[in-house]
Structures are given as structure tokens and as C-alpha cells.
């Protein structure tokens, strides 16, 4: 009897615990974006973690946490506690990081968990009104003509701008000089004073300048044309059917993070790209959601990312800032 006793007491101090245990979540998260306030990458953040807390009951709040190309904001997650209340905004950059940085404080493989892809952002090839040419092909064959006289612009090394172009570098082996500044809206003054040729830019933020005439746009960089610009065709109707590139963000948490949080919070972000009024708001900053990104397919998707720049940054033996 004394037996029973203690184990119906064990019983119930396990039955208690279990429904003592708070249901998450039950204070505000983070989530932390490893680029300034008022870029693209921050602007879609907001508009995600607003729907999220929502859903989830708990408001997000959005910690920008800029510098080395995001890694500062993929460590301070990455050595976060696994409990779903410090999430990752991740951008492409952590797929290039991967290779790009001979050494990182955190693993990027191992210690960030994927959760969902949220949004494609496309990229447009546009260049000074002064240069000649107006198609894509017509630039690419100018350059293959000029080799070494042609130079672009970027927001630094390893910036998904760079890589956008060193990717149609290392695909159409091209001769070209690049110039690295602190951020896109400098590259951006200097492809329209001349003082460099040409840029991709993320559509969001090149596209005022496109539709006021002080660029050119010669294609956009992902496989469907952008709504913002309707008009202006993509790389693979350019004639480079191999091409794409777009800056996607992506939700991450800490490796141990529990598979039932994971699972929640992809489910939140699911049904956030696919609200009507969210999905009007990216649009107008020329923002793409992605739709039934499950944590599977996200890890697929980054693991491939990363293979991907890996073969674009050793072939291009390029280094960080």
C-alpha cells in the first residue's frame, strides 16, 4: 500500500508538471535581423513578425543587429537559448558566409535550425543611362568585348549584390572590376553619376530610380518577372537560361530548439505569407512570398544555397572585407 502510495504521488507530481508546463508562447519573442533599420530585409521582417504575434498571441519584437554581413546577428542567435524566443531573421548571406568567412564564431551548418522561407526578394540588373546597351546580352557582350573596362558596384564583399554579379561572372566568364561601398544607396549614386557602369540592386529599393528614368533596367534576376516592374524581363528570357539570384529571408532558431516550437512557428509563418493584406504589403516593396515552406524544405533549400555560392566564391577566389 505504502508503495502505491508513492507511486501515485510520483504519478501525480508528473501529471502536474506536465500541465504546470507554460504553453508557447507565453511572452514576447525576438527576432533578430542581422541588417539596419529601414532596408529591405528589416521592412519585410516587420511585416512578418506584426502577422506572427498575431497568430501566435505574443507580440515580436524585431532587434536589428547590423555588421559583418549579418553574421553578428547569426552568432548572438546562434548562442541564444533554444527556446523559441530568439528567432533569426536570415538572409542569403548566410549561405554565403558559409564559405566566404574562413572562420566564424558559430557554426552555420549546425547551430542555426532553417524553420521556414518567407520571401524572394528580386534583384535587377540596371545600369547607367550613359551605357550603350539596353538589353542584358547586349551588356554582357560589350563587357566580353572591353575586357577590364567595365566596373559595378555593391554594398561590400559578400553582399548578395556582389554575388549576383559574380554569379553571371563565374557563368559567362567576365572580365570586370568590382567596387565595394558601405551600402547600396552609395553604389547606387555612383551607377547613375557614371562614376561605375552598372548594379543589381534589390528591386524594392532600385525600382523608384528605374521609374524615374535615373536607371536603366535590363532584366530582373529571379525566374518570374516582378510585378513592381512588369516590364523589364528576367535573365532567362535575357538569354541566360542557367541565371538566377533573389535575397531570401529565411526564419532560424538555435540547434535544440524543441521539434513542437519549430512546428509552430512554422505553421505561423506559413499562414502569414499567404494573408491577403501581408501579401499586399510585400508586393509594394517589390517583395515575393514563399508559400508551403515547411522546416524540411527550408533545410533542402539553405543546403543548396550554400553549395551554390560555395562553387561561385572558390572559383572567384574572393575574399572578405
Known sequence: MKRLLVLAGAGALISFSAYAQPAYPDHPIRLVVGFAAGGSTDLVARIVAN????????????????????????????????????LLFGTSSHAINATLYKRLPYDPVNDLVPVSVVASVPMVLAVSPAVKANTAKELVDDIKKNPGKYSYGS?????????????????????????????????????????????????????????SGRLKALAVTTSARSTVLPNVPTMKEAGFPNYEASIWNMVMVPRGTPASVIEKLSAALQTTVKDPEVRQRMAKIGVEPVVDSTPGKAAQFVQAETRRWADVIKAGNIQPD
Request: net charge negative; no cysteine; hydrophobic share 45%.
Open 155 to 211: 554594398a561590400g564583399k559578400g553582399s548578395a549584390l556582389h554575388m549576383a554579379v559574380e554569379l553571371l561572372k563565374y557563368q559567362e566568364h567576365l572580365d570586370v572590376i568590382h567596387v565595394p561601398y558601405r551600402g547600396a544607396s552609395q553604389a547606387i549614386q555612383s551607377v547613375i553619376s557614371g562614376d561605375i557602369q552598372f548594379i543589381t540592386d534589390a528591386i524594392s529599393t532600385a525600382a523608384p530610380m528605374v521609374q
Open 51 to 86: 502577422k506572427v504575434g498575431t497568430l501566435l498571441g505574443q507580440s515580436v519584437v524585431v532587434e536589428n543587429r547590423a555588421g559583418a554581413g549579418g553574421t553578428i546577428a547569426s552568432d548572438a542567435v546562434a548562442k541564444s537559448k533554444a527556446d523559441g524566443y530568439t
